[in-house]
């Protein structure tokens, strides 16, 4: 028989701090990495754009550089903490190159503009499960990217049952 030869595949996953983008990664290591493969996982989290953060009161009065900087401080955090829990999974899985990417701004447009640049082989995303109204208030990330992006787009809902673990 021929022996097969893996073909270099580049998986963008997009993670932030919800369960629901940690268990697509889970998942997408489980049932699209393959052991043999040279598949290289691409982590991707968007972290949110430092804006003009103005005083509750309505005076218009902008936030002390010292709270600005703790803000700045607090996603630099945030950034560092899901970078780390995802590597560590992709580490306990086993063998598979992993590489990451913190970008500053909005996930739809990060995630978009990403896949443009990296052209991955699929870009695979969790799911909030939002119902209609939720989603119509909110957004959907995962919708906006699957009419946006040029790759396939793998949107992996977490089971009801594991929800709740």
Known sequence: MAE??????????????SEES???????????????????LVLLYAKPLRSAYTALDGTGYLFSSDIVATMERHNNEMADRVMARAKKICHDFGEVAVETRVE????????????????????????????????????SVSYHCAQNVKCPVLVVKRPKTSRNN
């Open 22 to 40: 940690l268990y697509a990664l889970s998942w997408c290591l489980e049932n699209v990495v393959s052991e043999n493969s040279k598949d290289t």
């Open 104 to 139: 500053n701004g909005d996930a739809r447009d990060i995630i978009c503009s990403v896949a443009q640049k990296l052209v991955p082989d699929v870009l695979v995303m969790g799911s909030h499960g939002y119902g209609l109204i939720k989603r119509a208030f909110l957004g």
């Open 4 to 17: 097969t030869v893996a073909r270099e595949r580049k998986i963008l996953v997009a993670v932030d701090e």
